[in-house]
């Protein structure tokens, strides 16, 4: 048995609603339906009944399964977070007149730092792709500007030729909840651009048109999920052997800044983050790498 009509509506519902009040992306509000339909899964398989029926014991059992099942803290702290959102909502609508999830307890979280790649692998990473191919030329062109600038995987997929200011040398950037910013390129990832666009883009589109920046074969945008293949594919020509995402070249990005002296102030705009603290923890990670070049290099290391 799995979730009934009432609830799969519930949730289209409250989705609809989030994205109305908070403009929450595209990809958050389908984490966000997916989690709770997994928890309305769970409540018509073991209790026969969805979502508004639900009591404080059933949301802890299903977290309790959750905990069994190795599903790691920060995941499970989310699914919390939704949850609340979501009955939160029901009981502003009128539908429940208890909120079941209160007083249930989150998941205690540490504070991990960002796997990073170190500049030496950087320069690999960009090394990797084969420049006599125009997919290659393309991806070439996606990670320069990924690193030189931060964006989030979403944003550089997303990216059209209108947001790009080649004569600036900036890049219009709408983030998440629709915020926009400017993003600089940098000189190199500039002159990458100039080529692509000049060649490789027209050669991967022929006579088709496409709305985005970086076209595939097939003369349309890239998903997330073709480019994190991409990159994994470059990670092990460039020799890396540990896991790698579109992700990990936005924390380089960020680290890198920090430790050839950026101000936090100045990371924190262009990666588009709306509270500090979220960048803040990047000087963790720059603080990390000091302590292990003093280890290494200082006499009494």
Request: with cysteine; net charge positive; charged share 25%.
């Amino acid at each position: 048995m799995t979730r009934g009509v009432e609830d799969v509506q519930l949730i289209e519902t409250f989705s609809d609603a989030l994205w109305m009040e908070r403009g929450l992306s595209r990809n958050t509000l389908s984490a966000y339906q997916s989690d709770l339909g997994k928890v309305a899964d769970w409540l018509h398989n073991s209790q026969g009944y969805g979502l508004l029926k639900a009591q404080r014991v059933d949301l802890q059992n299903y977290l309790a399964s959750l905990v069994q099942q190795g599903r790691k803290p920060r995941s499970t702290a989310r699914l919390l977070s939704c949850v609340r959102q979501f009955y939160q909502y029901c009981l502003r609508e009128g539908w429940l007149s208890a909120d079941p999830s209160v007083r249930i307890d989150s998941p205690k979280l540490g504070r991990p730092l960002p796997k990073s790649l170190s500049e030496g692998e950087v320069e690999a990473l960009l090394g990797a792709p084969d420049l006599d191919d125009a997919e290659g030329m393309r991806d070439r062109t996606m990670l320069e500007v990924l690193y030189a600038s931060g964006l989030r995987v979403s944003e550089l997929v997303d990216l059209r030729p209108e947001q790009v200011n080649l004569n600036q040398g900036v890049m219009r950037i709408v983030g998440k909840g629709g915020k926009e910013r400017l993003v600089p390129m940098g000189d190199e990832a500039q002159r990458w651009l100039e080529q692509f666009y000049k060649g490789a883009r027209g050669e991967l589109l022929g006579a088709r048109v496409c709305p985005h920046l970086f076209p595939t074969r097939r003369g349309r945008g890239m998903t997330r999920q073709a480019f994190w293949y991409r990159i994994k594919k470059h990670a092990a020509t460039a020799g890396i052997s540990h896991n790698i995402s579109p992700h990990t070249l936005r924390h380089a990005f960020a680290t890198h800044l920090l430790n050839h002296g950026a101000d936090l102030r100045v990371v924190q705009l262009l990666l588009g983050h709306s509270d500090l603290s979220t960048t803040q923890i990047y000087t963790h990670v720059a603080r990390e790498r000091l302590k292990q070049l003093h280890a290494q290099h200082h006499p009494r290391g």
